[in-house]
């Protein structure tokens, strides 16, 4: 009791401490500011530059508006505040010696009124404490907290209220607050649906609790509960310890980089992704809605079974098949905007004028703008003379706008089960001329042909087009355009008064823009798999898997020439072209025990996989073209013609095995072992071999625990380099579910 005491002493003063200290801080945290026609934007900037200070918004939105004017020394954050929120229909909150809350005006009076302070302890239904659980109000997004290291949280909120309480691996609780009590106490209990969980590991299922190695799963409702532009960025945030980062916003194009519990290897550290155990094209062409579950293998243990290819991971994703029951069609759709939300706030003329002559007079040379140059810069009485264009704005005119559709139908007797779908993507870019165009089929069947014979059968195709505008200056798509929208001066104007572009050396990016010229990738993806498995004996099965994956890519990038004024100009127009081809045929053979004796459990596989990757690309390229409108090859001017070429072929032949044991699904044990030849490296030194052994200890089935489990492990990886709404419509013989959403989202603005 003396224990509890004093931490409780101790922990009231230091919240007393950081009450007090937080305004005394706001006091003596000064700020230097000289700013002519700026926006709320750029105040704050100045004030989280020089302070420890950074502003969150409440049911307000920063306006655009550049009219604050402030030239202060040393001056203390309330007293800048109070002016540039002046006029406005905002207040301000510091809430601590870190954070400042911009508000509506009276926002904080009136919700103060009707707010008690909840407090209490989240624990498990043993009474020990639930470190880092969520707390929030339901259907909030800004009212929250997170549990201490004791399971303690405190929570400000209205009477009535209705607290949400999360943790990975319990059942979510719901608790209302009843006005007359301000301590309100949780015990959540574990989610027994998710131990009993089955998941998809390398060659095989397991049921999750009795998994030795780390792997964690999502299932196809997740994704659909999720409005995403790609399955990327529908698992991010899904899975701890895989971190997904998107580098660019090209539609279907985002550059998404994927790392499972960081960067492994030196080049190429992403994981090895698999669709229906087979490799090949790019996870994001996939349509979500084909999707039945995705495992991602985390460890070197879990992971092992693909040897020289595993070293940073894998994903596992698993397409839906069909179920034995009466046809059942279901419809999903849904439509969004994506916006340009992260543009670099630019000066405007006027003071990229005055800073430009600050910076040639430091360097002892005269300023390049006068006086009444930055006056006209500043009144707008001279658009063309003494413009100030905004770069962004013309630069991110696209409608961005999304709309995706899937048509799946599924049924089947007891030997005979089908699925088949069919999707359609379009998606305009935040740019104009950016877009995407998506067509994907795909069916699966099983089939059992008698007590002994299963065949298995998957096809899937799918049609990609993306556009990309381009640029005259070197080609390549909009990389070019971005950099120069980034770089140009607001005092270069977009167009003279006669109609001809404005420039600097490079160019005008805005006038590639209007050009209307693409650099075009056309895709063909082809999947498909055969298998038969062969019951041998009760618990023993043979399977034998052939699978074929292609892809073609032909890429199309025609530059046109343009005359941006009478002494500008950028030419000849000019074609490239590039095929690429790629084909990966393979053969898996593979053995599989599943027995159990009494108490224990022994599971084993046998396998042996070849592959063979087979690669062919070509470019040609010409110039000289008659006009921008002729863009076959043959109407270049065959002088300035080049081309290139190459084909490889790479082969890898494996061996690998694995044994479980359980005994009362207490003790638990697995071994894996792969070998890898290769023909990347000589033949001394082709094979690579991979093994891994791993243990566990369920606790809580012992009769002195409960809940718990203890895993050891080690193993040796390689690296082998080279808002939703449905309804259900039942008609005899038929179920037919129908599922819209929409989709808001904001892009980037360095994105296209």
């Known amino acids: ?60 939105t920063l306006d655009g508006r550049k009219d604050i004017t402030i030239n202060e020394a040393n001056a203390t954050v309330p007293s800048i505040l109070d002016i540039a929120l002046k006029g406005r229909d905002m207040e301000y909150v510091i809430v601590s010696s870190k954070s400042i809350v911009i508000t509506k005006k009276g926002a904080k009076d009136a919700g103060a009124k009707d707010k008690i302070t909840v407090s209490g302890k989240v624990t498990d239904i043993n009474g020990e404490p639930i470190i880092g659980a969520s707390v929030r109000v339901k259907d909030s997004n800004d009212q929250g907290a997170i549990t201490d290291l004791d399971g303690n949280y405190s929570l400000s909120v209205s009477p009535n209220d209705i607290l949400e309480i999360r943790y990975i691996g319990y059942v979510t609780t719901t608790k209302t607050v009843n006005g007359n009590s301000t301590t309100l106490n949780v015990k959540m209990r574990e989610d027994e649906h998710l131990l009993d969980e089955v998941v998809v590991v390398g060659y095989g299922s397991q049921v999750k609790v009795n998994l030795t190695g780390s792997v964690a799963s999502i299932s196809s409702s997740e994704l659909a509960d999720r409005p995403i532009t790609s399955v990327a960025a529908g698992i991010q945030g899904l899975v701890p310890g895989l971190t997904i980062t998107n580098s660019q916003g090209r539609p ?99 003071d990229a004028a005055t800073y430009y002559n600050r910076a040639v007079e430091a360097s002892g040379k005269s300023p390049r703008f006068t006086d009444e140059d930055i006056k006209l810069f500043r009144d707008g009485t001279d658009p063309y003379g003494h413009p100030d264009t ?30 088949a779908s069919i999707g359609y993507l379009g998606q305009e870019g935040i740019m104009k001329h950016s877009s995407r165009e998506q067509f994907n089929v795909r069916t699966n069947l099983d089939m059992k042909l008698s007590d002994k014979f299963t065949v298995h059968a998957n096809l899937a195709y799918i049609n990609n087009r993306y556009d990309d505008p381009t640029n005259s200056y070197v080609g390549g798509g909009s990389d070019q355009i971005i950099r120069q929208i980034n770089l140009i001066a607001p005092w270069i104007p977009y167009k003279n008064e006669d109609g001809s572009y404005g420039i600097i050396g490079d160019g005008n990016p805005i006038a590639w823009l209007d050009l209307d010229q693409k650099l075009t990738r056309k895709t063909q993806n082809f999947q498909g798999i055969f298998s038969v498995d062969y019951q041998i004996i009760d618990g023993l099965k043979f399977t034998a898997q052939g699978a074929y994956v292609s892809n073609v890519q032909i890429t199309t990038d025609f530059l046109k020439d343009i005359q941006y004024n009478e002494s500008k100009y950028h030419g000849p127009n000019s074609l490239s072209k590039r095929h690429y081809l790629w084909n990966r045929p393979s053969l898996d053979l593979l053995l599989n025990y599943d027995k159990r004796f009494g108490k224990h459990s022994v599971k084993a596989l046998l396998g042996y996989k070849i592959e063979k990757y087979n690669y062919e690309e070509l470019q040609a390229s010409r110039q000289g073209f008659p006009n921008n409108d002729l863009t076959n090859i043959d109407a270049g001017t065959s002088s300035t013609q080049t081309n290139s070429g190459y084909t490889r072929e790479l082969s890898l032949m494996s061996y690998f095995g694995r044994i479980n044991y359980d005994y009362a699904g207490k003790y638990l044990f697995e071994a894996n072992f792969r070998a890898d030849g290769s023909s990347r490296f000589s033949p001394k030194n082709r094979w690579g071999y991979y093994p ?61």
């Open 390 to 419: 905004d770069w962004n704005s013309l630069g991110y005119q696209g409608s961005g706008f999304r709309h995706q559709h899937n048509v799946n139908i599924t049924g089947g007797s007891d030997n005979t089960q089908y699925m």
């Open 252 to 350: 279907g194009e985002d550059s998404s980089t994927m790392r499972i519990r960081g960067t492994g290897t030196l080049n190429n550290a992403a994981p090895y992704v698999l669709i229906d155990g087979i490799e090949g094209g790019s996870m994001n062409q996939l349509d979500h809605s084909d999707i039945e579950s995705i495992s991602v293998l985390k460890d070197a243990a879990s992971a092992a079974i693909y040897g020289s290819k595993a070293a940073n991971g894998v994903i596992l994703i698993t397409t839906k098949r069909g179920k034995s029951g009466r046809p059942v069609l279901t419809y999903s759709g849904s439509i969004g905007w994506q916006k340009a939300s992260g543009h670099i706030e630019r000066m405007n003329s006027a």
């Open 692 to 752: 891994s052994l791993s243990a566990g200890w369920r606790i809580s089935e012992e009769a002195f625990m409960e809940d718990c489990r203890s895993r050891s492990k080690y193993a040796v990886p390689g690296v082998s380099l080279a808002t939703r709404t449905h309804s259900l419509i039942i008609i005899p013989g038929l179920s037919l579910m129908i599922s819209v959403s929409t989709i808001h989202s904001e892009a980037l603005s360095n994105q296209a």
């Open 1 to 60: 009791m003396e224990r509890f005491l004093k931490r409780t002493l101790a922990v009231v003063s230091l919240l007393m401490f950081f009450c007090a200290f937080a305004p005394l801080q706001a006091q003596t945290n000064t700020v230097t500011i000289d700013v002519n026609n700026a926006s709320l934007r750029q105040v704050f900037d100045v004030i989280e530059k020089q302070t420890p200070y950074r502003f969150a918004y409440q049911d307000v």
